[in-house]
C-alpha cells in the first residue's frame, strides 16, 4: 500500500482558480430541517423552573445574521417570530477589581509550596475575588454585570383561525431561509422568512395562492421595559435596559413595516393590521446604542441605524432582497460539503432526534449536525458584530443560563473551533475585536487585582469590559484565561497566512504574555516556572490534610496554556521578523515551565502534585488542553505522553455521571487527536442521544450552543487533522479518526494549516480519491494510515491529486 501511494503522489496540477480542491464529485445532501407540525407560539414560558427551558422554544427555527436574530414558531393561527439583537445587554460598566488582593499573593503562593492548603484556601476565597456584585453568581439581569436578554416577541394573529392540513416547516441551510407552509380550506399559503446581512433587516413574505385571504394583526413587546407606537407609517417598539444600578442603559428600538399587494395597513399604537391581501412583505430592523469601545459603551445612533436600513430595504423586491441574501450567505456556507450516506431524507428532524435518543442515529443526523454548526456560526458571528456568546445571538428570556457571556474556561473559545478548519475564517474576527477589548480594562485589573504587568481577564466577561475574578476563588480565579483565548490568535494566521492580522494583533498577543512573564513564579524545589495561586477549571481535589481545595501552584491546565502562548509568540515573532531581547526571555521561560507529568496510576496529572479529584468524572477535561485544541501532545511526535493522555481520558470519561453537551463535544476531538476513531464516535453518539433539541440546540443542560459548535468541529477532527508541524511544514493528516461504520463518503473544503484546502472521498474505509489545494505555497507532507507522503514544492493555487 505504501509503495502505491507514494508511486502515485507526484501527480500536481495547476488547475483553474474557479476549480476548487476538491477533485471529489459534489452531491447534495439534505441540509433541510423540516417538520410536519409547529411549536406552539402561545405556550408560556417558565422561568421558574429554574434552567428548565421553554420546550416550544426549543422546536423554533434559529435564524440571524450576525447582529439580528429570530427564533420562527411557525404556527398557522398566530406566528410568534421571538426577536434577538446582538448587543441586547442590561448592565453597565463596574470596578470589581480589588485593590486588597495583591497584597496576599505571596503569602498564598508560600502557602500552597508548605502544603498548607487548607490555610492558603480560605485565605485566597477571602482576598481573591472580585468586589461588589460580580455576575450576580450568573443570575446578573439585575446587577451591573447584567445579562444578555430578548429582545422580545413579533407576534402576527391571523383572522383565519379554520383548521388547517398539509403542513410543513423548515429550514433551509443552504438558503438560510426559513419556510412555513400549510393549507386552510382551498387556499395554500405559505410565509418565508430570512434576514439579510447585506441589507441588515429581516424580511418575511406571507402569500396564498388566492386573492385577499391574508388578513392578520401584527403586535410587538417584551416582558418588560417597553413601549410601543406608530411613526411614519412604522410600529415601533422601543425602550431602555436596566443598567443594573437602579437606573436606566441600553436604548434599544426595533421598526416594523407592512409592504402588502392589494389589500390595506393600517397602524395604531401598539398594532400593524392587514386586511385583504393577496401578498405582503414585512420587514423588520433593530438596534441599541451600544458602542464597543472602553470606557464608553454607549453612542451608537440606533434610531438612525434602524431608519435607514429599514427604509433601504422597502425600496427593493423581494427577489432582490432574497437574491442579495443567498449571494453573501452562501459565498461562506457552500465552502465545505460532508456527505455519509446517499439514501433520501425521508425523516422529519424531530422524529430523527426522538430516533436518536433511543439509539437509532441516521446517518443523515451526522451530516446536518456538522452543517448546522457552520449554519450558526454563519447566522451568530460577522465580521463587525460581537462574538457568538453561550447563546449564540438567540435568547428567550430576560435572565439568560449564565447570563449568556462569555467563558473563557472553553465555552468561548469551543464557539470558534471549527470556524477555520471549516472554511469559516471571517466568523473568527468578531472574537478577536473582543480580546482586543479586553486590553484596557484588563490591564487594569492585572495591575489592580495583583500588581502585575500586561492584562488578565478571568472565567468571565460580558459586553461591559468585566475582567475581574467571579464571586468566588474556586471558579473565579481563572488566570489562564488569557492564554487560553489568544491561542486563537495564533490558529487564525496557521489557517489564512495573514501577516496584516498579525501585526495589528501582535501587541495583544505581546501584553498577555507580558501578564505571565510578571505571573509566573519559580517553585523552589524543582527550580522551575509555574503559574499560581491558579485554579484547573472548576475541579477541585483532595489535599494532603484531607480539605478539598481547588488553589494551587502549577496545574496542568496553566502550564499546558501558558506554553501554547509562548509557543505561539514566538511563531508570530519569527513570522514578523522580531528579535529582541523581550523574545528572547520568553523563549528562556518557556524552557523553564513545569511540564506535564505522569502520575502512578498513569494518567496525566491535573495537579502538580498527585492528588485525588473529588469528582472523578468532571465535566472539564482542562488538563489535556494540550491535545485539544492545543498541540504539545500529539500522535506523531511525543508517544511517551500518549498512553497516559489515553488513560487520563478513558478515565475522566467513564467515570461521568450525567451528560454535559459541551464536555461530551469536547471529548470529540480529543479522542480524534488520539487517534480513538470509536470512542469519538461513542462521544459523538452520546451528544446525538443525550445533548440535542427538536431543532438541533445543543443543551449543557440547559440550552448552551457551544456543544453545536464543538460537535462540528470534532466531526472535522475526526477526517481531517493539521496541528502537528515538522521539518518546516505542517503534516496533514487525512481520515486519521474515521469510524468503521462510515464506511463511505466524502467530504471537501476543509481547511488545513499552512494554507490548503482538502478534499478526500473514501470507500470501504479507504482513501479513493483526494486533492490538496495550496493557498499560500507553504511546504507539508500528507500521512494517511500511518505512511508519510512527501508533497513539497506546491505554488500558490496548485493541487495535489490522488485517485486510487
Known amino acids: 500500500m505504501k509503495k502505491q501511494i507514494r508511486s502515485i503522489v507526484s501527480v500536481i496540477g495547476l488547475f483553474s482558480l474557479c476549480f476548487t480542491a476538491c477533485s471529489v464529485e459534489h452531491k447534495e445532501v ?6 410536519n407540525t409547529p411549536a406552539d407560539a402561545t405556550a408560556t414560558d417558565t422561568p421558574n423552573k429554574g434552567y428548565d427551558d421553554d420546550a416550544e422554544w426549543l422546536k423554533a427555527l434559529p435564524l440571524g445574521n450576525g447582529s439580528l436574530g429570530a427564533m420562527v414558531f411557525g404556527d398557522v ?5 421571538q426577536l434577538n439583537e446582538e448587543t441586547m445587554w442590561s448592565g453597565s460598566i463596574q470596578d470589581s477589581d480589588n485593590l486588597e488582593a495583591a497584597k496576599h499573593i505571596e503569602e498564598i503562593k508560600q502557602l500552597l509550596f508548605d502544603g498548607k492548603y487548607k490555610e492558603a484556601t480560605d485565605l485566597t476565597n477571602r482576598t481573591q475575588i472580585c468586589t461588589g456584585k460580580g455576575s450576580g453568581y450568573g443570575q446578573g439581569s439585575n446587577a451591573p454585570f447584567g445579562c444578555y436578554q430578548t429582545m422580545g416577541d413579533l407576534w402576527i394573529d391571523f383572522d383565519n383561525k379554520s383548521p388547517y392540513t398539509d403542513y410543513r416547516r423548515e429550514l433551509n441551510l443552504d438558503d438560510a431561509t426559513a419556510r412555513v407552509s400549510y393549507k386552510q380550506g382551498d387556499v395554500n399559503f405559505k410565509r418565508e422568512i430570512f434576514i439579510s446581512h447585506p441589507d441588515q433587516s429581516m424580511v418575511m413574505r406571507i402569500s396564498a395562492d388566492k386573492k385577499q385571504q391574508l388578513s392578520f394583526t401584527c403586535r410587538m413587546n417584551r416582558p ?10 412604522q410600529l415601533i417598539m422601543a425602550g431602555a435596559l436596566s443598567d443594573g444600578k437602579g437606573g436606566d442603559g441600553l436604548q434599544y428600538m426595533t421598526r416594523l413595516k407592512a409592504v402588502p399587494m392589494n389589500g390595506s395597513v393600517t397602524y395604531s399604537d401598539s398594532t400593524l393590521t392587514v386586511k ?3 401578498e405582503v412583505l414585512l420587514f423588520l430592523t433593530a438596534s441599541t446604542d451600544y458602542k464597543l469601545e472602553y470606557p464608553i459603551y454607549k453612542g451608537r445612533d440606533f434610531s438612525s441605524i434602524t431608519e435607514v436600513s429599514l427604509n433601504k430595504a422597502i425600496n427593493k423586491s423581494y427577489n432582490q432582497l432574497y437574491e442579495t441574501h443567498v449571494k453573501e450567505y452562501t459565498g461562506y456556507f457552500q465552502r465545505a460539503n460532508l456527505q455519509l450516506t446517499n439514501t ?7 422524529i430523527k432526534v426522538m430516533n436518536a435518543r433511543k439509539g437509532m442515529i441516521d446517518p443523515h443526523l451526522y451530516e446536518q449536525m456538522f452543517q448546522y454548526g457552520r449554519y450558526l456560526l454563519i447566522s451568530s458571528s460577522r465580521p463587525g458584530t460581537m462574538p457568538a456568546n453561550l447563546q449564540g445571538i438567540w435568547a428567550n428570556k430576560l435572565q439568560t443560563a449564565w447570563n449568556g457571556d462569555y467563558h473563557t474556561d472553553v465555552n468561548i473559545e469551543m464557539n470558534y473551533w471549527p470556524a477555520e478548519v471549516t472554511n469559516l475564517s471571517e466568523m473568527h474576527l468578531p472574537m478577536f475585536d473582543l480580546i482586543a477589548s479586553l486590553v484596557e480594562p484588563g490591564s487594569k485589573t492585572a495591575q489592580i487585582q495583583y500588581n502585575k504587568k500586561g492584562w488578565v481577564v478571568h472565567p468571565i466577561t460580558n459586553v461591559w469590559g468585566y475582567t475581574s475574578p467571579g464571586e468566588a476563588a474556586s471558579w473565579g480565579m481563572h488566570t489562564g484565561a488569557p492564554a487560553w483565548i489568544c491561542q486563537h490568535i495564533g490558529e487564525h494566521y496557521r489557517f489564512t497566512g495573514d501577516k496584516d492580522f498579525l501585526r495589528k494583533t501582535y501587541p495583544v498577543l505581546k501584553g498577555a504574555i507580558e501578564f505571565y512573564m510578571d505571573w509566573l513564579t519559580e517553585n523552589p524545589k524543582t527550580k522551575e516556572l509555574v503559574s499560581g495561586p491558579a485554579v484547573s477549571p472548576e475541579n477541585t481535589f483532595v489535599a494532603p490534610d484531607g480539605s478539598h481545595s481547588q488553589i494551587s501552584m502549577g496545574p496542568a491546565h496553566d502550564q499546558q496554556t501558558i506554553w501554547q502562548l509562548f509557543d505561539d509568540f514566538a511563531m508570530i515573532s519569527s513570522e514578523l521578523s522580531i528579535d529582541d531581547d523581550f523574545t528572547r526571555q520568553v523563549a528562556d521561560a518557556k524552557d523553564r515551565l513545569a511540564d506535564t507529568k505522569i502520575g502512578s496510576d498513569g494518567r496525566i496529572m491535573e495537579w502538580a502534585d498527585e492528588f485525588p479529584e473529588v469528582e472523578p468524572g468532571h465535566r472539564h477535561i482542562s488538563h489535556l488542553f494540550a491535545i485539544h485544541p492545543g498541540s504539545q501532545i500529539n500522535m506523531l511526535q511525543t508517544p511517551d505522553l500518549i498512553e497516559a493522555a489515553n488513560k487520563s481520558l478513558d478515565y475522566r470519561i467513564q467515570h461521568r455521571r450525567g451528560y454535559v453537551g459541551w464536555s461530551s463535544a469536547w471529548a470529540i476531538s480529543q479522542y480524534a487527536r488520539l487517534h ?3 470512542k469519538a464516535k461513542e462521544n459523538l453518539d452520546d451528544v446525538m442521544k443525550k445533548c440535542i433539541n427538536p431543532n438541533l440546540f445543543t443543551i449543557c443542560p440547559p440550552f448552551q450552543i457551544d456543544a453545536n459548535f464543538g460537535t462540528t468541529a470534532g466531526i472535522a477532527e475526526m477526517l481531517l487533522q493539521s496541528h502537528v508541524y515538522d521539518q518546516g511544514g505542517y503534516i496533514i493528516q487525512l481520515l486519521p479518526s474515521l469510524p468503521a461504520d462510515w464506511k463511505k463518503g466524502e467530504f471537501s473544503g476543509l481547511k488545513a494549516r499552512g494554507g490548503f484546502e482538502v478534499a ?11 486533492s490538496v489545494k495550496s493557498l499560500q505555497g507553504n511546504k507539508f507532507r500528507i500521512w494517511y494510515n500511518g505512511n508519510y507522503l512527501q508533497a513539497n514544492g506546491l505554488k500558490k493555487g496548485e493541487i495535489w491529486k490522488w485517485n486510487k
Open 77 to 81: 393561527h398566530k406566528e410568534r417570530i
Open 676 to 678: 480513538q476513531a470509536e
Open 30 to 35: 439534505p441540509l433541510t430541517l423540516w417538520y
Open 344 to 350: 433520501p431524507d425521508t425523516i422529519p428532524t424531530d
Open 224 to 233: 418588560e421595559r417597553y413601549s410601543t407606537y406608530t411613526e411614519n407609517e
Open 760 to 770: 478526500v472521498k473514501w470507500e470501504n474505509g479507504q482513501i479513493v480519491d483526494a
Open 276 to 278: 385583504d391581501a393577496d
